[in-house]
């Protein structure tokens, strides 16, 4: 028997010694404990996982069954089928279509669990909640797993992030957009977890709906695999990757806002920029230290106070690190990401007649919206002072990172000249905002007299430079202005 459908699943990482808890705080089941063994498939050149897809041959109690997941985010196509033998059976839907004529499949990688699985009825709904402990194996190469899963048998999908905010309240259990598949695919590729996000393609025939759940997905993805892993160590790139995804979030919510507009949208839109603003005294404290102190301190003859300073600088920056990291490892980031996933899944805009209505006309309408308001704020910029500035440079990522989410309908040669001119911009705004944000930073750290002195020293020649960066900024500008929009 085959079965086919699209799964509405929910995955969590946790710790082995949360399982108990979460068990407890999960309405009443059948407790049933199963030893699960897949082995995943593909071609010598990843065809599945170059097409999104996973290919896996499950065996438990001696049966054996076919598994093809296919897409992205919380809904995915699933294909199940029993097999008699060891090996996947290729003409099986719908392989056919993902591989190429005469594509030899080959293990790729295994794992191995321990699941405990409790099915139940919930606010109407039928789910079934899953605890899984084990690894995933590949070569010589191993990797952990504890995981939460919560599967949407039958009815309205609100029970099942309802049932998952219960559980996050009782445990520490995070959001996560990463399969199996993928732990493997990268266990075995012997990379990290890709902290920064692909660049994302968008099918001509998309609708606004589908377009903003794609941006956004991939923008909580983003905020997800970072947030994880500056939860297991507080460093530079994860601080700085997880405020880009939340940037990248608030920005989607603003470009899509004329379809979005409601209580939540507001409130999903005050929590992701406290969650950015938590990052934001690691991120200026960050680029002190790798722009303005790493350089003094490769000079012939460094002041004497460098020490000192360096020594201040590096204790705020793992103070501020450390704050990042509680913001998102507290119960209040574990509720947004699940508040976020749900309303972005099965929120009331998606019934809008606007949700459905097709992208282009709308993509070229936001363009031409975020444009004007840098216009406008760019008439201010010279005369308004470092926050006419600072808006200006909002501003303008808000019309990047809509360029970058909408650039796959246009083409990568028709973008690359007006993008390469909008980054000429932020570049040179930054700059002028990280001179702003300079003097209250080293102020607020208690330095003693010798870094006091050095710090206004380097801040001092940095500020010589603003006339000259004001007129970059300014040109920047004008050759934006002067550039063709390539959405038309």
Request: aromatic share 6%.
């Amino acid at each position: 028997m085959k079965s086919s459908g699209r799964e509405i699943e929910l995955k969590f990482s946790c710790g082995p010694e949360d399982l108990v808890t979460i068990l407890a705080a999960a309405p009443a089941g059948d407790d049933e404990t199963r030893e699960l063994i897949s082995v995943y498939f593909d071609t010598q050149d990843l065809a599945l996982q170059k097409a999104g897809a996973s290919l896996r041959v499950r065996e438990h109690m001696g049966r054996r069954v076919q598994t093809v997941k296919r897409g992205r985010g919380l809904v995915r196509e699933e294909h199940e089928a029993p097999i008699e033998g060891l090996a996947p059976d290729p003409a099986l839907e719908p392989l056919p279509s993902l591989l190429p004529d005469g594509a030899m499949l080959k293990p790729a990688f295994n794992v191995r669990v321990s699941r405990r699985q409790r099915t139940f009825r919930y606010r109407a709904a039928e789910i079934e909640l899953a605890l899984d402990q084990g690894e995933v194996t590949g070569g010589d190469q191993r990797s952990p797993i504890c995981e939460v899963e919560l599967e949407l048998k039958s009815g309205p999908s609100a029970a099942l992030f309802a049932l998952a905010r219960d559980l996050a309240v009782a445990a520490p259990i995070y959001l996560t957009f990463d399969s199996k598949a993928a732990r493997g695919q990268a266990l075995v590729a012997g990379a990290l977890p890709n902290t920064q996000p692909s660049k994302l393609a968008l099918p001509g025939e998309a609708t606004i709906g589908e377009a903003f759940q794609a941006i956004a997905h991939q923008a909580l993805g983003q905020i997800a695999v970072n947030a994880a892993a500056l939860r297991l160590e507080p460093e530079l790139e994860a601080v700085h990757q997880l405020r880009v995804g939340a940037r990248r979030l608030r920005s989607a919510l603003s470009t899509f806002e004329p379809l979005l507009e409601g209580d939540r949208l507001d409130r999903l839109a005050r929590e992701f920029r406290w969650l950015g603003q938590t990052c934001d005294a690691a991120r200026n404290l960050d680029v002190f230290a790798d722009e303005t102190l790493g350089p003094a301190e490769l000079a012939e003859n460094p002041h004497a106070g460098l020490s000192a300073l360096r020594k201040a600088v590096d204790a705020a920056r793992q103070t501020a690190w450390a704050k990042a990291r509680e913001a998102v490892a507290c119960e209040r980031f574990r509720i947004l990401m699940i508040d976020a996933a749900a309303w972005i899944e099965t929120g009331d805009w998606k019934y809008g007649v606007d949700a459905k209505a097709p992208l282009k006309p709308f993509a070229r309408h936001a363009l031409d919206r975020h444009l004007k308001q840098l216009r406008k704020k760019g008439k201010k910029a010279w005369v308004g002072g470092d926050e006419a500035r600072h808006h200006l440079r909002i501003q303008a990522k808000k019309l990047r990172y809509a360029c970058d989410a909408l650039a796959s309908l246009y083409g990568e040669k028709a973008t690359a000249k007006y993008l390469g001119r909008l980054k000429d911009l932020q570049q040179a705004l930054g700059a002028l905002n990280d001179l702003a944000t300079a003097e209250p930073l080293i102020a607020s750290l208690a330095l003693s007299p010798k870094a006091a002195f050095v710090a206004g020293e380097l801040i001092g020649l940095k500020l010589a430079a603003k006339p000259q960066l004001m007129s970059r900024a300014a040109k920047a500008l004008d050759h934006l202005e002067a550039a063709d929009r390539f959405w038309g």
